[in-house]
């Protein structure tokens, strides 16, 4: 009954540096996403998967690089980590079978950046 | 223009009022549309679904959508102080090259006094 797990819960980065932030989900959805959640503004879209193979961007793309390793995984990638992106992460997926439609999210991912 | 607009609240209401939320949206394509709630420091949980026009109850939760206005709403009966969080609107669109979409308002804070 796993449904969306994203991993690390908590980081701190020092500015500069990389980072991977891993989701997984066992629902076989074809889509995924990675947002981010900053008081007052909601859930921000970063990139999305829509399907295995595809990926795009969303609201707030700059500084991240996404990886749809396959349909299960979506990673999300600081490369050089500033202190603007100190947020919640969350990953979540969904499916869409006509009125049967699904969305589910991870736990979250606290990222500090100093 | 955002894709999915909802007032930021707070919305205070007393316990056991009819707390009424709203949302309207951009594209007249977007098929489904959701209601999460959200607890400080948690991760959304999906409370509500609706995919048609007209009303949708499930418990204490009236969600209502006018396709043809562009606007979804979410009312909660016999408010309770445990239904203070924050509600996220949100709206799928399913994508001409397959997969599907996933947007959030900046969602609602409601406040249930006692």
Excluded at chain 2, 27 to 38: N, T
Excluded at chain 2, 78 to 106: E, H, M, R, W
Aim: one cysteine or more; charged letters at 20%; hydrophobic letters at 30%.
């Amino acid at each position: 009954n796993a449904g969306v797990t994203q991993t690390p819960k908590f980081q701190v980065l020092k500015t500069g540096q990389s980072m991977t932030l891993q989701c997984a989900q066992d629902m076989n959805h074809n889509s995924m996403y990675w947002y981010r959640q900053d008081p007052g503004m909601g859930l921000r879209l970063i990139y999305y998967s829509a399907s295995e193979g595809t990926t795009d961007k969303g609201e707030v793309p700059n500084g991240y690089n996404v990886s749809r390793l396959n349909k299960r995984e979506f990673s999300l990638r600081l490369e050089s980590a500033a202190p603007s992106q100190t947020s919640v992460y969350f990953c979540a997926s969904s499916e869409y079978w006509g009125s049967n439609t699904e969305a589910f999210f991870g736990q979250g991912t606290r990222l500090t950046v100093v | 223009q955002k894709e999915v607009e909802q007032n930021s609240g707070p919305l205070s209401v007393p316990e056991g009022a009819i707390a009424s939320l709203n949302c309207t949206y951009s594209d007249r394509g977007s098929q489904s549309f959701f209601w999460y709630r959200q607890y400080s420091g948690k991760s959304p949980e999906l409370i509500m679904s609706i995919y048609s026009n007209g009303d949708k109850e499930d418990g204490r939760f009236t969600a209502q959508l006018n396709k043809a206005s562009q606007y979804v709403s979410l009312l909660i009966r016999d408010s309770q102080p445990s239904d203070s969080a924050t509600y996220l609107c949100a709206v799928i669109d399913i994508l001409t090259g397959g997969g599907n979409k996933l947007t959030f308002g900046t969602g609602t804070q409601l406040k249930v006094e006692l």
